[in-house]
């Protein structure tokens, strides 16, 4: 076991680490896979952090991160810590998506804006009289509208409320329903469903993934297919000139793997 992992500085789910010796050309290949997404990725960092190509930047080097993390934890044999990750990826995937469709809204500033106020909200509970002048000094400076910052009440709506106050507030110039489920709307309605499957790792909620050995071949399968789909997603949408093209013959080679088991399940 200590060939897998320290085991004097680290736990470790001994029964699932075991079993990824099965699959070592596959996680080699996912690991290269990830370096190479990770390092086009640096290589788009802007020269201004606070403007749309610095916040997509924010939102694509977060992804890189939490793949690098899923992976960690898939070696230590702690899977559903894998797919717990997984779902923070699919959220930062569909929220830097709708910023880098939607250009000529500037979503990224009521984004950058609300990300600040909620900042100070959550550390202080309410916001002091110079803090609400500096966020005022702040909506001018961005051309941020009051009908973002200000309450309003909406049909059906039972009492008034701002649009900076809900969670993906900041898409209201192209959104009516601030959940989740309305964000993947604006992509893909699968987005959400995915992003469901994956909250049963993150809230603990089903039984039978507790009973459950969670070690199968299917369950690997899984994991790598979403390895296939993050990572290429991410490059689709940020980073297609950055990266290199030992990306592509990486890629190919997964998704081969996972076509192939498959067919023979069919």
């Known amino acids: 076991m200590n060939n897998i992992v320290n085991k ?5 789910d001994e029964y699932r680490a075991l079993t990824l010796l099965e699959y070592p ?13 990770a390092s086009a990725v640096e290589s788009n960092e802007p020269d201004n ?40 990826i699919v959220e930062n995937i569909v929220c830097l998506d709708v910023i880098m469709r939607h250009p000529e809204q500037e979503l990224w500033k009521y984004y950058l804006v609300q990300s600040y106020r909620n900042t100070l909200l959550c550390s202080g509970g309410k916001l002091k009289e110079r803090e609400e002048k500096y966020f005022e000094e702040i909506y001018a400076e961005y ?48 987005e959400y469903k995915d992003f469901k499957y994956m909250s049963m790792y993150a809230h603990g909620t089903s039984i039978h993934l507790k009973v459950s050995g ?11 297919s979403f390895y296939y789909y993050s ?22 080679k997964l998704e081969r793997i996972i076509t192939r088991y498959i067919k023979e399940c069919e």
């Open 8 to 12: 004097d500085n680290l736990f470790c």
């Open 231 to 252: 990572l290429n997603r991410l490059v689709v949408m940020y980073c297609t000139k950055t990266i290199e093209p030992a990306f592509y013959k990486a890629i190919d």
């Open 143 to 190: 051309g941020i509208e009051t009908a973002f910052t200000e309450k309003t009440k909406k049909a059906n709506s039972k009492r008034p409320f701002a649009y900076i106050d809900k969670d993906y507030g900041w898409t209201y110039k192209i959104n009516n329903n601030f959940t989740f489920a309305g964000m993947c709307d604006l992509i893909d309605e699968q």
């Open 49 to 88: 952090t606070w403007s749309h190509n610095g916040i997509c930047h924010m939102f694509a080097k977060s992804i890189a991160d939490y793949l690098k993390m899923s992976y960690d934890n898939l070696q230590l044999g702690h899977f559903y810590a894998t797919q717990m990750v997984f779902r923070t």
């Open 25 to 37: 050309k596959e996680l080699a290949l996912v690991k290269q896979l990830i370096e190479l997404v």
């Open 214 to 224: 969670f070690a199968t071949m299917d369950n690997m399968m899984n994991m790598l």
